[in-house]
């Protein structure tokens, strides 16, 4: 068992923190606020005042946030504040579990490297329910050594786990992975919306596509269709994963494709329809809510 310390328990991170103590590991965890903080102490957690206090004596550090920004902040430090990478020593293993740029994911990496710190991006798939029944998809970036090292803790909160290649690599899997998301999610909504307003009934037409070649993950796992299954859709679109994080996902997927040439026109497409949802003030919601704007 391992002493790891957990930076960042929103939605994700709380659930993930939680299923490493109770695989018998020690954690020790910081986020902004309180609540998730008490929660996680409850289960035999400690609770630190400050990332830096967190890292304290740790052998592993995993950390979930919303965007590069944080991250860089917490491991390099800002004008204010120290970076946790200047209290580990040599030796300690990084898991970013967060959804971010490819530039901070190598930016944080070579800073590790040159403290003989092993680090991987290893963001995730599979939203809260899958957080917290401890079966997430990691999406690693990084060494071979960092990942062998790594398996035995994510295998402690995930599933299914992939080393996609060198440090960046994950992070470029998760936007391939939920611009499809984005992409089959709309496509599933529009085909529900097109046979209701015809007269159908959704949950008939979901079963009656799920038997044919219409058949994907939105439309048999997380059904955007109030009423036909219990998905968020069913609890007021209540996330879930939020709009604004798939919209900042797909942010992120068209700022690569455009760095890299790649043709993404659906891709692009599903931006700017989440981008609509966000601006409507639906950014909290579940992004199975597209729907709506198809109504």
């Known amino acids: ?16 923190a939680a299923n490493l103590l109770q695989a018998g590991h020690t954690v020790r965890a910081y986020d902004l606020l309180e609540e998730p903080l008490k929660q996680l102490q409850a289960l035999g957690g400690a609770a630190a005042r400050s990332p830096l206090n967190a890292v304290e004596g740790a052998e592993v550090v995993i950390s979930m946030l919303p965007a590069g920004k944080h991250v860089a902040d917490v491991y390099l430090g800002t004008e204010t504040t120290d970076g946790v990478l200047d209290k580990l020593p040599y030796g300690t293993l990084v898991l970013d579990c967060s959804t971010i740029d490819t530039e901070t994911v190598n930016k944080v990496a070579q800073a590790c490297a040159f403290r003989g710190i092993d ?4 963001p995730v798939s599979g ?5 917290r029944a401890g079966t997430l998809t990691f999406m690693c970036g990084g060494s071979d050594k960092a990942f062998a090292r790594a398996q035995p803790i994510l295998a402690d909160m995930g599933k299914n786990i992939f080393h996609a290649g060198a440090h960046g690599a994950g992070q470029v899997a998760k936007q391939c992975n939920n611009m499809l ?3 089959h999610m709309i496509g ?9 307003k015809c007269g159908l009934d959704p949950k008939v037409l979901s079963e009656i ?22 998905s968020p859709a069913s609890n ?9 994080l798939m919209t900042k996902d797909l942010g992120l997927a068209t700022a690569n494709a455009r ?14 329809l989440f981008r609509q949802k966000q601006a409507a003030g639906d950014g909290r919601k579940d992004f199975s809510s597209i729907l709506e704007i198809l109504a």
């Open 1 to 16: 068992m391992a002493s790891i310390a957990f930076i960042g328990l929103g939605n994700m991170g709380g659930p993930m």
């Open 119 to 122: 680090m991987l991006d290893a």
């Open 127 to 131: 939203g809260v329910a899958a957080a």
């Open 181 to 183: 998301l984005a992409i």
């Open 188 to 196: 599933t909504s529009e085909a529900l919306q097109m046979g209701v």
């Open 209 to 230: 596509m799920l038997k044919s070649s219409g058949r994907n993950w939105s439309l048999e796992l997380y059904n955007p269709y109030p009423g036909v299954m219990d």
């Open 236 to 244: 007021g679109y209540t996330p879930g994963f939020m709009v604004d």
């Open 259 to 272: 760095a890299t040439g790649s043709k993404i026109p659906l891709g692009e497409q599903a931006e700017s």
